[in-house]
């Protein structure tokens, strides 16, 4: 026999501060989880005492218990909290992903910085130099970083060969946005 879903109703007197009886409604169950009776049972001073006292000390295990449980909980998410910060750091925005700087150039910048690699002249070199940085970049898998003093000579010295104007050197150059990282 299991007994389930107690329930106890408690009426007071007319002064609304003593009690004038109370009941005992018990949902009883056989082994197997099928539902045999209900009961209910009158209680006397002592017994309404004694049941009162007695869901006084299981509310509060529950109580202590569950705040045990959110302690545990709290902690875990802490420390998962703390590894996705190291996984995902803050955003920089000095710092963008290779493709969305590639991104930021429109086709007549890459049709002019290609144009400019193939030609066998010191600018053709760097522009090689320039377009070689970006892939290794990229095949690592890191971001760049928009103040490195290379990648601001090599826009620099883009817009002096006519592959960026100053204000597509400024774009290359600004702050990244979060979904640019």
Request: proline content about 5%.
């Amino acid at each position: 026999m299991i007994i389930k879903n107690q329930s106890l109703l408690i009426a007071f007197n007319t002064d609304n501060q003593t009690v004038a009886g109370a009941i005992v409604t018990q949902d009883v169950y056989d082994d197997a989880g099928l539902p045999l009776t209900t009961r209910t049972k009158p209680l006397g001073e002592v017994e309404l005492a004694e049941t009162l006292a007695s869901i006084d000390a299981a509310l509060l295990a529950e109580r202590n218990d569950l705040a045990t449980q959110l302690a545990t909980i709290t902690e875990e998410r802490d420390e998962l909290q703390a590894k996705l910060d190291e996984l995902n750091p803050p955003h920089d925005p000095r710092y963008i992903s290779p493709d969305a700087w590639f991104g930021r150039m429109s086709l007549d910048n890459v049709a002019r910085l290609f144009s400019l690699s193939e030609q066998q002249t010191q600018a053709g070199v760097i522009a090689k130099q320039f377009i070689g940085a970006f892939t290794v970049v990229k095949a690592e898998g890191r971001p760049m970083w928009l103040d490195h003093p290379e990648a601001q000579a090599g826009v620099a010295f883009l817009v002096t060969q006519g592959v960026f104007s100053p204000e597509d050197a400024a774009k290359m150059l600004a702050d990244s946005r979060e979904d640019e990282q």
